[in-house]
């Protein structure tokens, strides 16, 4: 069946500092898989996505990581700043006849301390 | 840019009676869907709807819900007896997808349904 889930509720990192959250997920099927930032009181906001005929993907301060064979993905983001204080999504793409559907994962908090 | 705008920000409504959630979409889209988000939990889907017809929906949206795009800009949705488990937020998105490929979905600012 389909299922995404994360290792970390709740992440804390000094400004400056890199952050790495992670996320598990079953349906070795999926095209895609993609994280989301969501600040408080907005939709998720797209942040970086990665085929899974790919490992790594890098965007700007982002980069994804992709490990099919634990089926693993991570979010890198580098030198954490106070506006990366979010909760993140991993999410993977369930094609369907007409659209994607998205498969959300649980969500992890990102704290930035200053 | 171009985005997503929902209507109303947030509902309150007794339990059993109709609400109607707007969506206007990115003028281009062809795709639209609708999302939900428990408070604390993860965001889940409900439907997707492209060419005026449901095309997906997940066990959630039962015969309480329904969407349509009645005037071909917003794109709405409608619980016709409001239940307590109904509280959450809702978000549309929509995407210019097409069969089989993949293309970035935007979500709107979300409606945070209470219903008492």
């Known amino acids: 069946g389909e299922s995404v889930g994360l290792h970390l509720p709740t992440l804390s990192v000094q400004e400056g500092d890199n952050s790495i959250i992670n996320c598990a997920y079953s349906n070795s099927a999926s095209d895609y898989f993609i994280w989301y930032k969501q600040e408080s009181g907005k939709g998720p906001q797209f942040i970086i996505d990665?085929?899974?005929?790919?490992d790594k993907r890098q965007g700007q301060r982002v980069t994804v990581l992709l490990n099919k064979t634990v089926k693993h993905l991570s979010l890198q983001i580098a030198a954490t700043q106070p506006g990366d204080s979010a909760v993140y999504f991993c999410?993977?793409?369930?094609?369907?006849?007409?659209?994607?559907?998205?498969?959300f994962g649980a969500g992890t908090i990102l704290r930035v301390k200053s | 840019e171009p985005e997503v705008t929902q209507t109303p920000s947030h509902q309150v409504t007794q339990m059993g009676q109709e609400v109607i959630l707007r969506c206007v979409p990115i003028s281009n889209h062809l795709y639209f869907y609708w999302y939900r988000q428990i408070l604390g939990q993860k965001v889940e889907f409900l439907v997707s709807?492209?060419?005026?017809?449901?095309?997906?929906k997940s066990e959630i949206f039962d015969d309480q819900f329904s969407v349509e795009r009645p005037d071909g800009s917003n794109f709405t949705l409608k619980i016709r007896s409001t239940k307590l488990e109904d509280s959450a937020m809702y978000f549309c998105?929509?995407?210019?997808?097409?069969?089989?490929?993949?293309?970035?979905?935007?979500f709107g600012p979300g409606t945070r349904l209470t219903v008492l």
């Open positions: 998105a929509t995407g210019l997808a097409g069969e089989g490929s993949y293309n970035e979905q935007f």
């Open positions: 709807f492209y060419n005026n017809e449901i095309s997906e």
């Open positions: 990665i085929r899974s005929n790919m």
């Open positions: 999410a993977e793409i369930s094609t369907m006849e007409y659209g994607n559907k998205l498969v």
